[in-house]
């Protein structure tokens, strides 16, 4: 059973940034061949994909993070980031980190919530104009 544990969420002004952490666990298998994401849910809101990260490193972004979120993850230390600049308040949101290990055609499905077996607790990240 992977373990997930999220952390680095906090209340920031609009224009600035943060830098989420997820610390894995548990896992059965190497956790570098588990496919990670970020995902985020505000209030009344699904939950929406935010970044995805492969084995090998390659990385997907939702269209509404581009150019200012970027996933990456240290295999070493079994933690995945998600470094967050120009943060607006439409960012607001619990952030959660996901893991699967059948990462087959996660190109089309990696921002896809129901394909993830395993989630954290969240982050809260809180972002004001």
């Known amino acids: 059973q992977v373990h997930l544990v999220e952390s680095g969420g906090g209340s920031v002004q609009a224009g600035g940034s943060l830098r989420l952490s997820c610390a894995a666990s548990?896992?059965?298998?190497?956790?570098?061949?588990?496919?990670m994401a970020w995902f985020r849910q505000a209030p009344e809101e699904e939950r929406e994909g935010v970044a995805y990260?492969?084995?090998?490193?390659?990385?997907r972004n939702a269209d509404s993070v581009k150019g200012r979120f970027t996933i990456s993850r240290d295999n070493a230390k079994n933690i995945l980031y998600l470094q967050m600049n120009s943060l607006k308040p439409e960012d607001t949101a619990m952030y959660y980190c996901?893991?699967?290990?059948?990462?087959?055609?996660?190109?089309?499905?990696?921002?896809?919530?129901?394909?993830?077996?395993?989630w954290g607790q969240g982050t809260q990240v809180t972002v004001s104009s």
């Open positions: 990260i492969e084995i090998n490193g390659s990385a």
């Open positions: 996901a893991a699967t290990l059948d990462c087959s055609g996660v190109y089309w499905w990696g921002l896809t919530s129901a394909h993830y077996n395993y």
């Open positions: 548990g896992y059965t298998y190497t956790y570098s061949k588990y496919c």
